[in-house]
């Protein structure tokens, strides 16, 4: 714990919990969005930046895979509806 005392605030290691808190803190619809945004471009605490912006990159992530099923699903339905109409 001294070691951590010795650590300028910008640079101090965050605690699992803390990662914990900050997933459910993001999970907020858009509390949690505001908060993500906030954080990402903060300079306080480099450790909880690089979090936020792991966050938008995972969402990122997920809006893409979303993207690409629903695309792939709408192609499918539309070519069963048309073999069905025939």
């Known amino acids: 714990m001294e070691e951590n005392q010795n650590?300028?605030?910008q640079y101090r290691v965050l605690s699992?919990?803390?990662y914990f808190?900050?997933?459910l803190l993001f999970a907020i619809p858009?509390?949690?969005f505001i908060c993500a945004i906030i954080f990402a471009f903060d300079d306080s605490n480099l450790n909880?930046?690089?979090?936020?912006?792991?966050?938008?990159?995972?969402?990122?992530?997920v809006?893409?895979?979303i993207v690409v099923v629903?695309?792939?699903f709408g192609a499918g339905?539309?070519?069963f509806m048309a073999m069905s109409l025939r």
Not at 51 to 60: M, Q
Request: glycine share 6%; charged share 15%.
């Open 7 to 9: 650590i300028p605030a």
């Open 16 to 18: 699992a919990w803390s």
């Open 21 to 23: 808190g900050y997933k």
């Open 30 to 32: 858009l509390v949690g």
């Open 48 to 61: 909880r930046r690089s979090y936020a912006r792991s966050y938008f990159c995972e969402l990122l992530i």
């Open 63 to 65: 809006v893409i895979v």
């Open 70 to 72: 629903a695309i792939i």
């Open 77 to 79: 339905l539309a070519s």
